[in-house]
């Protein structure tokens, strides 16, 4: 198979669907120990977890904390010329930026999860950063295909158990999607929700809270089915998710909100799990995923998080500018979770 990549064009990356994930036990061992002269783009921690594993240590390593351009050319020039492959190591940011420098040095790329948190497992897409925001449209954005990805359940494992769930809630929160649709049925030029339409992904997020829960230990802790419950569930996405333009994905942006405002590496399953509760609260139809987000595991209260009032307040009072900039029409502009809606908001997910 032929793997694309391009500085422009990202909506191009190769379906999620056609991407190579191995799983197993003792991957990354195995297969570093035949990997030619190769970088390794990853976080202070992933790092520190991930070397003990490894049977030959990379020709240079090149830790990164935020997917600023300037800071990936940066992690880039540090890194010698003369290597034959860029290896991704960790959560979301170490893959998208592992995508950046392997574009940038014209080397192919791998990618080594630390924990199955994000779709950036699974997408050639990344995004274009100025400092903390987001610039330009997707079609603008760059891709770097990658060879495969190793979920190496072992490895996974080491991480904390909510680093994993969060993946899960990456998925979940585009349930908020539908309730947005029943919300605005009929209203202005919404039409009346196509039941055949979402029964599939209804059902499939059902399913999914259904089956994690079997795959937990007799103490309740995540095991290597689990953490290729939550993988599956990630690179299935695209093709399970409502793709219609009157079920928003407002909750799961709300990602890109906070990071503008906030400046901080939350992380980004949890948040986009947050948005998700938001817009289904303000839809007034919120039961169906908080349970889902539960048996799955998933933290979305800002307590659990390390987000304070005020500062969700401000993403909250940003929000409602955010989407309409960005052409998305939500609940979340329309009828914001400001003043005393935010209170009434504030109150309802501290006490769930």
């Known amino acids: 198979m032929t793997l694309g990549r391009g500085w ?78 860029v290896v991704g190591v960790g959560g979301g940011t170490a893959l998208d930026a592992s995508k950046y420098i392997a574009l940038k040095k014209d080397l192919p790329l791998r990618l080594v999860p630390t924990a199955v948190s994000t779709g950036a497992i699974i997408h050639g897409i990344f995004a274009k950063w100025e400092g903390h925001a987001i610039v330009a449209d997707s079609e603008f954005w760059p891709y770097c295909d990658f060879e495969h990805v190793l979920v190496d359940y072992d490895l996974i494992l080491e991480a904390p158990w909510y680093l994993n769930t969060a993946g899960i809630g990456d998925v979940l929160c585009m349930y908020s999607g539908i309730s947005e649709w029943r919300n605005q049925a009929g209203v202005g030029d919404t039409p009346i929700v196509d039941q055949e339409l979402i029964r599939p992904t209804l059902e499939y997020y059902r399913d999914l809270s259904l089956q994690f829960p079997k795959t937990l230990d007799a103490q309740g802790k995540l095991t290597a089915e689990s953490v290729g419950l939550i993988m599956k569930s990630i690179h299935e996405r695209d093709d399970r998710q409502l793709a219609s333009p009157f079920a928003s994905g407002a909750g799961h942006s709300l990602t890109q909100v906070l990071e503008e405002v906030l400046h901080t590496g939350l992380i980004h399953g949890e948040v986009a799990a947050l948005g998700g509760v938001a817009v289904c609260w303000a839809a007034n139809e919120y039961e169906e995923l908080v349970g889902f987000l539960d048996k799955c595991k998933v933290r979305y209260r800002p307590s659990d998080m390390g987000l304070e009032k005020d500062q969700l307040r401000d993403v909250f009072d940003y929000a409602k500018d955010f989407y309409p900039r960005r052409g998305m029409d939500t609940i979340l502009a329309r009828e914001p979770l400001t003043g005393s809606r935010f209170e009434d908001f504030w109150k309802f997910i501290q006490s769930i």
């Not at 970088?39 to 904390?65: I, N």
């Open 8 to 85: 422009t064009g990202g909506l191009n990356f190769r379906p999620a669907r056609e991407v190579d994930v191995i799983y197993g036990h003792g991957l990354v061992k195995n297969e570093s120990a035949n990997w030619p002269r190769y970088l390794a783009v990853t976080t202070p921690t992933a790092w520190k977890t991930t070397e003990p594993y490894l049977s030959q240590k990379p020709a240079g390593v090149s830790t990164v904390s935020m997917l600023d351009w300037d800071h990936l050319d940066n992690a880039s020039n540090v890194l010698p010329d003369d290597a034959e492959m």
